[in-house]
C-alpha cells in the first residue's frame, strides 16, 4: 500500500542552524501539507502546496520557513534559523484532489530537537 | 469550545467493551476525518465522513456525523488492546481551503 515518508526520523539540532525535512508524498497525490505538533499538544497546519505553489499558510509560517518540491518526488520543508520553540514533531502529508473531499494521508513524522 | 474539540480526553475500557469518542466543532465543515495516534508515532487515517453524510462504517469502526448539532462520534466496537492510542478529529472546512484542524485528542487505553 502506498504511505508518505519522511526523513530523517529524528533530527537533532543547535539553536540557529538550518533544518531541511523531507517528504516522500504518494506518487498520485497533487496536494501536500505540512502539520507540526509539538508535544503533548495539538497537531496544527503549517502550509499547503499545490500546482507548485503554496495555497496557504497559518500564521506559524513565517519568513523561517519555506517548502519546496525540488523534484517530482520529493516536498521539503525548511527552517532557516531555528528556534527553541520549533521543537516538534513534523508531519508531511498528502491528497489526491482538492478540489473533491480525499483523504489526507501522514507519513510518520520527523522529530526535531533544537537545544 | 475549540474547533474539532474530542471528548471525553481519557477513557478507560476493557477489551472486547465498545468504545465511543466524540468530536465537536463550531463552523462549517466540509468533512471530518478520524485519526489514530500511538504514542510518539504518526497519524494513521481511519475514516472520513463528508458533510452529507451521516453515518460510515469502516470495519470494527463506526462513524456518526451531526450537521445540526455539529458533532460526530468515533464507535470502535469489540476493543483489543492494540487499540490503545490516541484518536483525533479533524475538520476540513467548506470551500477549497483543505486544510485540517484538529482536536487535541481522546487517550483510550484499553485493558486486557
Known amino acids: 500500500e502506498p504511505e508518505v515518508t519522511q526523513t530523517p526520523s529524528h533530527q537533532v539540532t543547535q539553536m540557529g542552524q538550518e533544518v531541511i525535512l523531507r517528504c516522500v508524498p504518494i506518487s498520485n497525490h497533487l496536494y501536500f501539507y505540512w502539520y507540526r505538533q509539538i508535544l503533548g499538544q495539538k497537531v496544527e497546519f503549517l502550509v499547503s502546496?499545490?500546482?507548485?505553489?503554496?495555497?496557504?499558510k497559518s500564521e506559524i509560517f513565517d519568513d523561517q520557513f519555506s517548502v519546496e518540491r525540488p523534484d517530482g518526488s520529493n516536498f521539503t520543508l525548511k527552517i532557516r534559523s531555528t528556534k527553541l520553540e520549533d521543537s516538534a514533531m513534523y508531519f508531511c502529508?498528502?491528497?489526491?484532489?482538492?478540489?473533491?473531499?480525499?483523504?489526507?494521508?501522514f507519513g510518520p513524522g520527523t522529530r526535531l530537537t533544537v537545544l | 469550545s475549540q474547533q474539532g474539540e474530542e471528548d471525553p480526553q481519557a477513557l478507560s475500557i476493557q477489551e472486547g467493551e465498545n468504545a465511543t469518542m466524540n468530536c465537536s466543532y463550531k463552523?462549517?465543515?466540509?468533512?471530518l476525518q478520524w485519526y489514530r495516534q500511538n504514542s510518539g508515532r504518526g497519524l494513521v487515517h481511519l475514516i472520513l465522513i463528508r458533510s452529507n453524510e451521516r453515518e460510515k462504517h469502516s470495519g470494527r469502526l463506526r462513524v456518526t456525523l451531526d450537521t445540526s448539532k455539529k458533532s460526530s462520534s468515533l464507535l470502535i466496537t469489540a476493543s483489543r488492546a492494540a487499540d490503545t492510542a490516541s484518536y483525533f478529529c479533524?475538520?476540513?472546512?467548506?470551500?477549497?481551503?483543505?486544510?485540517?484542524?484538529f482536536g487535541k485528542g481522546i487517550t483510550l487505553s484499553v485493558r486486557p
Open positions: 479533524a475538520t476540513g472546512p467548506t470551500g477549497a481551503n483543505s486544510k485540517l484542524t
Open positions: 463552523t462549517s465543515i466540509n468533512n
Open positions: 502546496f499545490y500546482n507548485n505553489e503554496i495555497s496557504e
Open positions: 502529508a498528502s491528497s489526491e484532489e482538492a478540489s473533491r473531499t480525499t483523504e489526507q494521508f
